[in-house]
């Protein structure tokens, strides 16, 4: 009775008469009880639905739920992959909530068969050991949580580390912005890695001391408290542990050296990843 009083004095600056809403809350109560017992029950389970999901958390591209791991298609129906000990699945309803950042793609329907050696071709790698190091890394990724494996390429001009980069993330966590720049301080570091599964950083020419320490709690599973803009005294808390790609730290893999011309050129290597 004090909260409907309260809504007419907001909206109309005056005071209901008590008569008035004393007979709201009769009618009110008469539509209640007319209610029929099944649609009641019908109510009450979607409520209790809604507050599950409410206490849910929220995903992004990868969660895990009864021993399986669900990864996001990204698509227009909000399917998602179920993979477990028994294989995969395509699911039209998954049990997990995801939450769509800007940016992110859509993948492929997925088809059975195929094998992850025909991955080989498309990287431009010295050798055999560091194919299976790409392909450890790549399952790692796929890993609902972490700690995950801090990854970089290394290599001379002109031998296909930008597009390389953008073809292992594409793998796992397709995205417009698919490598970006470092970023400037741990604010940025906690919304690039609240807003995407996998992180992807270009042209690096050095980490400072406190990035450096940034990204090996970023890949362990760390929390970050940073001052709530406007304000003096509260903070805003992160956590999260994404896999990361970057050069010169961690472990890492070599590109071939050699010319330009030795490789495939930008072209074919987007047109077998699409094939891929």
């Not at 309803?93 to 992110?104: L, N, Q, T, Y």
């Not at 390429?153 to 980069?165: C, D, N, P, R, Y």
């Given at each position: 009775?004090?909260?409907?009083?309260?809504?007419?004095?907001?909206?109309?600056?005056?005071?209901?008469?008590?008569?008035?809403?004393?007979?709201?809350?009769?009618?009110?109560?008469?539509?209640?009880?007319?209610i029929r017992p099944e649609?009641?029950?019908?109510?009450g389970q979607y409520a209790?639905?809604?507050?599950?999901?409410?206490?849910?958390?929220?995903?992004?591209?990868?969660?895990?739920?009864?021993?399986?791991?669900?990864?996001?298609?990204?698509?227009?129906?909000?399917?998602?992959?179920?993979?477990?000990?028994?294989?995969?699945?395509?699911?039209?309803?998954?049990?997990?909530?995801?939450?769509?950042?800007?940016?992110?793609?859509?993948?492929?329907?997925?088809?059975?068969?195929?094998?992850?050696?025909?991955?080989?071709?498309?990287?431009?790698?010295?050798?055999?050991?560091?194919?299976?190091?790409?392909?450890?890394?790549?399952?790692?990724?796929?890993?609902?949580?972490?700690?995950?494996?801090?990854?970089?390429?290394?290599?001379?001009?002109?031998?296909?580390?930008?597009?390389?980069?953008?073809?292992?993330?594409?793998?796992?966590?397709?995205?417009?912005?698919?490598?970006?720049?470092?970023?400037?301080?741990?604010?940025?570091?906690?919304?690039?890695?609240?807003?995407?599964?996998?992180?992807?950083?270009?042209?690096?020419?050095?980490?400072?001391?406190?990035?450096?320490?940034?990204?090996?709690r970023l890949a362990s599973?760390?929390?970050?408290?940073?001052?709530?803009?406007?304000?003096?005294?509260?903070?805003?808390?992160?956590?999260?542990?994404?896999?990361?790609?970057?050069?010169?730290?961690?472990?890492?893999?070599?590109?071939?050296?050699?010319?330009?011309?030795?490789?495939?050129?930008?072209?074919?290597?987007?047109?077998?990843?699409?094939?891929?």
């Amino acid at each position: 009775m004090l909260l409907l009083t309260t809504m007419v004095h907001v909206r109309r600056a005056r005071l209901p008469q008590t008569q008035t809403v004393a007979s709201i809350i009769l009618s009110f109560k008469q539509a209640s009880s007319s209610i029929r017992p099944e649609r009641r029950t019908i109510n009450g389970q979607y409520a209790q639905r809604g507050n599950a999901l409410r206490g849910a958390v929220s995903c992004v591209r990868v969660a895990e739920h009864a021993d399986c791991i669900y990864l996001d298609l990204a698509d227009e129906h909000w399917r998602a992959v179920e993979i477990g000990a028994d294989g995969w699945r395509v699911l039209d309803r998954p049990p997990v909530r995801f939450r769509r950042a800007p940016g992110m793609l859509p993948f492929p329907v997925p088809e059975r068969g195929g094998s992850i050696e025909a991955l080989r071709s498309f990287l431009n790698l010295s050798s055999q050991n560091d194919f299976v190091l790409v392909v450890a890394w790549l399952l790692a990724a796929l890993r609902p949580a972490g700690p995950y494996p801090l990854l970089t390429i290394t290599g001379e001009q002109g031998s296909a580390k930008t597009f390389l980069s953008k073809l292992l993330r594409a793998l796992v966590d397709p995205n417009v912005a698919a490598v970006r720049a470092l970023p400037r301080e741990e604010r940025e570091l906690m919304i690039a890695a609240n807003n995407g599964h996998v992180l992807a950083f270009d042209n690096l020419s050095g980490l400072s001391p406190w990035l450096s320490d940034a990204l090996c709690r970023l890949a362990s599973g760390g929390s970050f408290a940073v001052r709530r803009l406007y304000t003096n005294d509260e903070e805003v808390l992160f956590k999260a542990a994404r896999p990361t790609l970057l050069w010169d730290r961690g472990c890492h893999w070599s590109l071939r050296s050699g010319r330009p011309r030795d490789f495939y050129d930008v072209r074919t290597y987007r047109r077998g990843a699409a094939a891929f």
